[in-house]
């Protein structure tokens, strides 16, 4: 890899000008330290980002771009040992190394202690990604790290991941960059790797005890994501609506269907630590996220779920951030009201007590009068995919469900419907009276880099 001096990259041309917290003989115009409070940083940086992203799909010509993230692998033992002052300090000096082997359009950000994120440019011809990662490795680890003349065990995870149409958006890109280096960062050596993603049919996913004993690893190390599916409304009240879901991709870069994860948790027991996971990771993403007063994420809940303790967590959440309890609604499965109805009852009472709308889900047209008539205080009603599908068929009465619709309009129910995949269908349900709806042709689950990586 040809080294690049400070002078050489402070004279890019196009280098973006941004805040930084770092030291001026560092390179300013290439570093957002968003990490350090800086205002508007993380926003600028991911703005550019998206820019480079959707220039190169619009000009297949042009000079490919990757996103890349730099894991500092012992931070939390730097961390207890000389606490944050000294992991700031071990962070400038990474940063000092990092910096000046960025080319003229490259930009790097630090949004949070372990780890830089970056947009690279290809710059003249495609640039080797393998040669550029092996190349930092080696600059990382050419000198010790010292606080107060102590030295200290410094390796590196670099995930990579090409701007290309494989992913949706930059942010994306970025977070399976970030990802794929958390996961190297386990085995605390100089590594690297290019993600590759790639969604595996479920034939090849292996038993489901294979994938049974892939999601304890996960969640045992913390190596899940949440992704979020955007729900269509018809308002013009400026609320944005999403679907929160757990997501698992393996050292492999194998993505694994949302769905089938969740069958497969259901069946082998640890559903309700996986939804305790996902609502931890979602009310720590809303407390790190401007603008979250315009936000409700849907986020499933059980009777087992919600235990006690992470009711007393929420409730001591909530104390603290009071904006955070409008943010959220409770997905409650239907089988949960039907099967166990006083352990709902009570589960209902404690989420109502804590201010978070109620959502139903898995509603069939069998079960609209008992929703309605046994559970007054809901908020919203998802109904079940396979009574979707009757209603796009012409199976289902509709007439009949849009007699339920004015009902649950008049006790201040909102109606949601999933897995709606087309632009007619979309059209006829809202000419029913569908307040919310979801799907695929509507928008994929995706991930919000603004969600912190750990928390």
């Known amino acids: 890899m040809t080294r690049r001096t400070a002078s050489t990259s402070r004279n890019g041309s196009d280098a973006p000008r941004a805040s930084t917290g770092m030291d001026d003989s560092t390179q300013p115009k290439h570093f957002f330290d968003a990490h350090a409070g800086i205002r508007r940083a993380r926003e600028k940086f991911l703005q550019y980002a998206e820019f480079r992203y959707r220039q190169f799909l619009s000009n297949p ?20 040992r000389f606490g ?24 790097c950000a630090r949004f949070v202690d372990e780890s830089l994120v970056l947009v690279l440019n290809g710059a003249e011809g495609q640039r080797d990604l393998d040669a550029w990662a092996r190349g930092l490795l080696e600059v990382l680890g050419e000198r010790a790290y010292l606080i107060d003349q102590r030295s200290l065990a410094a390796t590196f995870s670099i995930g990579l991941c090409w701007f290309d149409r494989r992913v949706r958006g930059a942010e994306e890109a970025l977070l399976d960059a970030l990802h794929t280096a958390e996961v190297l960062s386990e085995r605390d050596e100089n590594r690297y790797r290019i993600f590759q993603p790639r969604m595996v049919p479920e034939t090849e996913l292996g038993d489901a005890e ?72 979602t009310l720590h993403f809303l407390t790190h996220r401007s603008g979250r007063d315009r936000l409700k994420l849907i986020v499933h809940v059980t009777v087992d779920s919600l235990d006690a303790h992470t009711l007393a967590w929420m409730q001591d959440k909530f104390d603290r951030h009071p904006e955070l309890r409008f943010c959220l609604i409770g997905d409650l499965d239907y089988t949960e009201l039907a099967d166990a109805p006083q352990d709902a009852r009570r589960l209902l009472d404690r989420l109502r007590e804590l201010d978070m709308a109620i959502c139903v889900s898995g509603v069939g047209h069998r ?48 109606i949601l ?39």
């Open 61 to 80: 010509e042009q000079t490919p771009y990757a996103a890349a993230a730099i894991y500092y692998n012992n931070w939390q033992s730097c961390r207890d």
């Open 84 to 107: 944050y002052s000294g992991l700031a300090e071990i962070n400038r000096q990474i940063e000092s190394r990092v910096v000046p082997e960025l080319g003229p359009r490259d930009i």
């Open 210 to 281: 294979t994938l049974f004993a892939r999601i304890q690893r996960a969640l045992d190390t913390n190596h899940l994501r949440i992704v979020f599916q955007p729900l269509l409304a018809p308002e013009s009240d400026d609320i944005r609506f999403a679907e929160v879901w757990a997501r698992l991709i393996t050292e492999d870069g194998t993505l694994l269907p949302a769905r089938h994860m969740l069958d497969v948790a259901r069946r082998s027991g640890v559903l309700s630590r996986l939804d305790r996971w996902t609502l931890r990771r």
């Open 367 to 414: 079960q609209f009068d008992d929703l309605l008539n046994r559970w007054p205080d809901i908020g919203y009603v998802k109904m079940h995919p396979s009574y979707v599908r009757s209603l796009k068929e012409g199976e289902a009465d509709a007439h009949e469900f849009e007699a339920f619709i004015a009902r649950a309009h008049d006790s201040g129910v909102r």
């Open 417 to 455: 419907l999933p897995d709606v995949e087309s632009e007619d269908d979309v059209v006829n349900f809202w000419r029913q009276g569908v307040d919310l709806i979801q799907g695929d042709y509507v928008a994929a689950a995706r991930d919000l880099l603004k969600s912190p990586p750990g928390e």
